[in-house]
């Protein structure tokens, strides 16, 4: 969604904007803009298309040591010059950004128009500028504390003015912000890739905060106007770790990433000696955790996915009741919270709002909830009862593929945890901790032969439909590589038990609709194979991913990929990572724009 970059400092401003602006591409946006303050007068270039464009926009050394910067990705007005961020107030004084909705905008609109405003786009956010104008008395915190408390809505703010150089004033509720402590200089950014290039030290901002800075002082405060004692953080991620390491597209690097990912999440968490887990984030006694009887699962898209194979695996191990849910709807279906339920928000980003206000929700309640997140210092581990960090590394490509097994990893260790605590043996602990700790290394035999899904996907990829059909653990997989496919290549893909084609989808079976069955060596192997028959009986196109050495599904499919053998509940690891390629290499076929979707944005920050 919408990124926000603001830098204050002895630098010029200009081209550490657009860097930061181009580091936060990945989030998905149609629009970009910045705005500098020079000699008391700013200025502002804006552009509707991508970086380069308003790199080219920009003339070269623009001057001006303070400013800030956006990318928009449209929600209110098209995708226009006039509807990119900053926005101004109609005196060319004030400047802002804003990440979020305001709600109430046209009726805010309404009024500034009937005071004399005259609107320049057609955004919401606009009326932030001018409410800030019509506020300001010399003190450019107090407008814009007196701004957002008129704003019914989301936000993420950033504000300068032409007379009070060298200071920004950031202002947070629902949309983050972090600060960024440089060496005589600051930044505040919507997320932390924007600005580890330059400084390591931040400050998260939460709901209702208001920061306000210049080169090497700030003040956080609440809307009451009382000091708030921030703690610095440190981001241990990287700067390598958000390039793209010689690979093409992020998406490729990500998915190669996935072994040490994994190796990462597993890494001090397992206990040989009783062959259990350790997660020292959950915040629970062990007499707490045999207390749960329930658990539910709160996601959205592929982290949804991953939380669906999480209930198999808590229920088969642990024998406890699992189920995830779509965090969108949860929130308004009045949820039923009981006294002995744990939740679970599951999130890459951390950020997601549907996933963010599931998890408020059920906290209000009184439910407890602990989050699966990647992103350190997120709002949702920062608000949730405690978790577990998967430490992925950073996510950059739109379509999320190493978060999924990252977040399989925790649940994982937290079903092993649970499983050991009730009827799982010893023996059954060995055996699932060897499993779990063997899959780095099959998926690096899976990445060592990609050829020959490159090559599934040269033949398959001009076609227009496909089902992906798996049971069991493995149907949430057949799911995830239905969205992977739909969201990088535009191919309209479903994904089905595969029980479920003779209810309905079936029906679509013909030679130009190809299915993707996902076959292991489990109780429900020869039924798939009797699906896959039933297809076949229909001239529908067969590809098979299927456990090395099964030659039984090799003769019936038209394809097949074969993956090393493991335990049954490993295969959603195994399943997973060659549908990933798959996607992506159709995606190439296709000429997509394989990490930044059309339409998609990498963190979904609105309902
Ligand atoms: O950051 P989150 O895990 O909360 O994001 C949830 C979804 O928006 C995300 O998984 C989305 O479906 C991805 N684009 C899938 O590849």
């Avoid at 210049?214 to 390598?240: C, F, G, M, P, S």
């Avoid at 009981?338 to 999130?347: C, D, I, M």
Wanted: hydrophobic share 40%; proline share 4%.
């Amino acid at each position: 969604m919408c990124g926000i970059i603001g830098y204050t400092g002895p630098r010029v401003a200009a081209p550490i904007l657009v860097e930061g602006l181009r580091r936060l591409e990945y989030r998905g946006y149609d629009s970009a803009g910045i705005s500098v303050e020079h000699n008391r007068t700013l200025s502002m270039y804006k552009r509707a298309g991508k970086i380069a464009d308003l790199r080219s926009h920009v003339p070269p050394n623009v001057p001006g040591t303070v400013g800030i910067g956006h990318t928009r990705w449209a929600t209110h007005g098209g995708v226009t010059d006039a509807n990119a961020h900053p926005h101004m107030d109609a005196s060319g004084a004030i400047a802002i950004v804003h990440n979020g909705i305001v709600e109430n905008y046209l009726q805010l609109k309404s009024r500034l128009e009937k005071e004399g405003c005259t609107f320049r786009s057609e955004t919401d956010s606009e009326v932030i500028a001018h409410l800030v104008a019509s506020f300001y008395k010399g003190d450019l915190e107090a407008a814009v504390k007196e701004t957002v408390l008129l704003i019914k809505g989301t936000y993420g703010i950033v504000a300068m003015h032409a007379a009070e150089p060298g200071r920004l004033v950031g202002a947070r509720n629902g949309s983050p912000l972090v600060l960024g402590i440089g060496e005589g200089e600051m930044f505040l950014a919507s997320d932390v890739t924007a600005i580890i290039a330059h400084t390591r030290q931040v400050v998260y901002l939460e709901d209702g905060e208001v920061v306000s800075f210049t080169a090497d002082t700030y003040t956080t405060t609440n809307l009451r106007n009382q000091v708030i004692d921030k703690q610095v953080d440190h981001v241990n991620w990287e700067l390598e770790e958000i390039e793209k390491a010689g690979y093409t597209h992020f998406m490729a690097k990500e998915i190669h990433d996935q072994p040490e990912a994994i190796r990462r999440a597993l890494s001090g968490r397992i206990d040989h000696e009783y062959n259990t887990g350790h997660l020292g984030g959950l915040n629970l006694s062990n007499r707490e955790l045999l207390d749960i009887n329930r658990i539910k699962i709160l996601a959205a898209g592929t982290s949804y996915h991953a939380g669906m194979v999480a209930g198999y695996v808590l229920e088969t191990l642990a024998r406890i009741p699992a189920t995830a849910e779509l965090a969108s709807e949860l929130r308004y279906r009045n949820p039923i919270v009981e006294r002995n339920s744990l939740y679970f928000a599951v999130s890459q980003s951390g950020e997601t709002a549907d996933t963010l206000y599931a998890m408020r929700e059920i906290q209000r309640k009184g439910g407890r909830v602990l989050g699966i997140c990647n992103v350190v210092g997120s709002t949702i581990p920062r608000e949730s009862d405690g978790g577990v960090y998967i430490h992925s590394g950073p996510e950059i490509a739109v379509a999320s593929t190493k978060a999924f097994t990252s977040q399989l990893t925790a649940f994982y260790l937290f079903a092993l945890i649970m499983g050991r605590m009730r009827d799982l043996s010893h023996d059954a602990g060995r055996q699932f901790v060897r499993a779990l700790e063997a899959v780095p290394a099959q998926i690096e035999q899976i990445l060592a032969n990609k050829a020959p899904l490159q090559e599934m996907a040269r033949k398959y990829s001009r076609h227009e439909n496909f089902l992906f059909l798996g049971r069991g653990i493995n149907y949430p997989v057949a799911l995830e590589a239905a969205l992977k496919l739909k969201e990088v290549s535009y191919i309209h893909a479903e994904g089905y038990s595969a029980a479920e084609i003779k209810h309905g989808p079936i029906a679509l079976i013909n030679e130009e609709t190809p299915s993707f069955f996902i076959v292991t060596d489990d109780g429900l192997r020869d039924k798939v194979i009797n699906n896959m028959k039933e297809v076949k009986a229909r001239s529908g196109p067969v590809i098979a991913l299927a456990v090395e050495g099964d030659k039984e599904v090799a003769s019936i499919a038209d394809d097949v990929y074969f993956v090393p053998p493991a335990m049954e509940l490993m295969y959603p690891f195994l399943m997973a990572v060659p549908t990933q390629l798959f996607a992506y290499y159709c995606a190439l076929e296709r000429g997509c724009n394989v990490d930044q979707p059309r339409n998609l944005a990498k963190s979904v920050t609105v309902e």
